[in-house]
């Protein structure tokens, strides 16, 4: 599985080395947890290609403040994930999810 985010707030924070973590999804947290392992793709908009992303690793839940209940994603970075399209098909909201990437 994959998911491509439209990210425009910055909301990027370096764990260590090449461990990062983005968040506020709303996204429900089975989701999440069968994205784990697969690639997260940050996108400026739907026809932008990436700008940057990783292999997700894992997500935790926020539980307080405004973003209560919404997903962190925690991704390890991967220089191959950048400059990736997906066509304008699929969105919902600021996100798509690719349960089967395309065959090459």
Not at 51 to 69: K, L, P, S, W
Not at 77 to 96: F, H, L, P, Q, V
């Amino acid at each position: 599985m994959e998911i491509h985010l439209i990210e425009n707030l910055d909301n990027f924070a370096k764990l260590n080395n090449d461990l990062w973590e983005c968040g506020w999804w709303k996204l429900k947290e089975e989701k999440a947890r069968q994205l784990i392992g697969g690639k997260i793709y940050f996108h400026k908009s739907r026809v932008e290609p990436s700008f940057y992303g990783g292999t997700i690793v894992g997500y935790r839940v926020e539980n307080d403040g405004q973003n209560q209940g919404r997903i962190v994603f925690e991704f390890e970075y991967n220089a191959a994930c950048r400059n990736i399209r997906t066509d304008k098909y699929g969105w919902s909201m600021e996100m798509k999810i690719i349960t089967e990437p395309k065959q090459a």
